[in-house]
């Protein structure tokens, strides 16, 4: 038997042995999920005691973690826009720097009176199109992917959120499988240059799914088609919001401004100062 204290005294030592940068977190992270508990519990009784069978449970989640998975993925959970989200490996854990692009949109688009009609497109775990969906009451909003793994877990995640009603998953490549015109199309499209895809951290290439990065030579194939296809189907005043990589700002301004149909193109930076969302309106006369 082993008490708390030691558990996460030695897995403390595992992970850091493993090169985690953030080991201690990790391990009282981990333990505190094994043992369904919070950490406050974990951290005033040092001296409890795990049994065998917890010990060795647990030790099949600290392995896991040693080999680079994400905590996210251990535990099938990561929170976003201050809700639990599930995710497994068919989706892309959601990151908080894409909170920014909620924020963008409900800046610009929120208000109880709009019965907005809104596609979120490479929907992953749902976390763009669930969290609107829970702000804009009134907003309907149709999420496509071409996961269909991907589309499950998002699916669960919005009966989760009660906000599954309002909501239409469809698999596909981008609008192929979607009728009609909308007032906002949002994505976080896959966005890695092909060059700098072998040079991620390897917690992310062994772990998250390809096609959610990889986009092309610039990490810009999507954009490019997002701005070009979403002209035929933005209502005249509508907006897209986009996600985007490092240094890739400056490309995606000129593909929205080579169209001649867009206004109102803007960036917004992320908490690391970096341009994050695009944004532009579909001009009202074309
Ligand atoms: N929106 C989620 C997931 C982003 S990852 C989030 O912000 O966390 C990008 C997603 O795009 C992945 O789920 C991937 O499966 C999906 N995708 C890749 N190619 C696609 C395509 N051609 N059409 C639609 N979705 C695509």
């Not at 610039?218 to 701005?227: N, P, Q, S, Y």
């Not at 296809?229 to 897209?240: A, C, Y």
């Not at 890739?248 to 593909?255: K, M, R």
């Amino acid at each position: 038997m082993t008490d708390i204290r030691t558990t996460l005294h030695r897995t403390t030592l595992e992970l850091t042995a493993s090169g985690s940068p953030s080991a201690r977190l990790d391990a009282e992270v981990l333990l505190m999920r094994y043992l369904r508990t919070d950490r406050l519990q974990l951290l005033l009784h040092p001296d409890r005691e795990l049994s065998g069978d917890q010990s060795a449970g647990f030790a099949t989640w600290v392995e896991r973690r040693r080999r680079g998975e994400p905590v996210a993925y251990i535990l099938g959970e990561k929170e976003f826009w201050s809700l639990p989200f599930e995710v497994n490996h068919d989706v892309l854990i959601p990151r908080p720097e894409t909170e920014c692009l909620v924020e963008e949109v409900l800046k610009c688009c929120g208000g109880p009176e709009g019965h907005l009609r809104i596609i979120d497109i490479g929907t992953g775990s749902g976390a763009i199109a669930i969290a609107l969906a829970t702000e804009l009451p009134g907003a309907r909003v149709l999420a496509t992917d071409v996961s269909p793994g991907a589309l499950e877990v998002a699916r669960r995640n919005a009966m989760r959120h009660g906000v599954a009603g309002r909501m239409e998953f469809i698999e596909g490549d981008l609008f192929a499988s979607a009728a009609g015109e909308f007032v906002l199309i949002v994505s976080n499209p896959p966005y890695i240059p092909d060059e700098v895809y072998p040079l991620l951290p390897s917690g992310i290439r062994d772990f998250e799914p390809r096609r959610a990065l990889v986009a092309g030579p610039a990490g810009a194939d999507f954009h490019r088609r997002i701005i070009r296809e979403g002209l035929g189907r933005l209502v005249k005043g509508g907006r897209i919001f986009l996600e985007i990589g490092e240094g890739q700002a400056e490309l995606v301004e000129a593909l929205f401004a080579e169209s001649g149909s867009y206004e109102e193109i803007r960036f917004r930076k992320d908490y690391a100062g970096l341009d994050r969302v695009a944004s532009a309106r579909r001009k009202r006369e074309t």
